[in-house]
């Protein structure tokens, strides 16, 4: 038996627009991952029987989102918590 360990960050598009002072996505490129990208991989690990960590922000578990995540763990998948809302600039904030 070979053994890896998978995990998937399931950032949106928006975030990494964010990192580089990009203007924010249209709708529809903002919800990609989790609409087209989230579906896909789903279906992937499935056929190769892989069982992976996906890593979602807090503020994107709500929703059209709740049920693909769920989906997920009921299929064996690790669901994660990748922080409430992925801010980037942290080391930029006051200490407090």
Not at 44 to 58: C, K, M, Q, V, W
Not at 68 to 86: K, T
Request: hydrophobic share 40%; aromatic share 6%.
């Amino acid at each position: 038996m070979r053994l890896a360990a998978v995990s998937v960050d399931l950032d949106e598009i928006g975030c990494y627009a964010a990192i580089h002072g990009l203007e924010p996505p249209d709708e529809d490129a903002g919800r990609a991952i989790y609409r087209r990208a989230l579906p896909r991989l789903g279906r992937l690990f499935d056929e190769l029987s892989i069982r992976a960590t996906f890593f979602a922000i807090g503020r994107d578990v709500d929703g059209e989102n709740a049920p693909r995540l769920r989906a997920l763990a009921e299929a064996g998948h690790e669901i994660a918590n990748h922080s409430a809302s992925h801010l980037y600039d942290l080391t930029r904030r006051p200490r407090a």
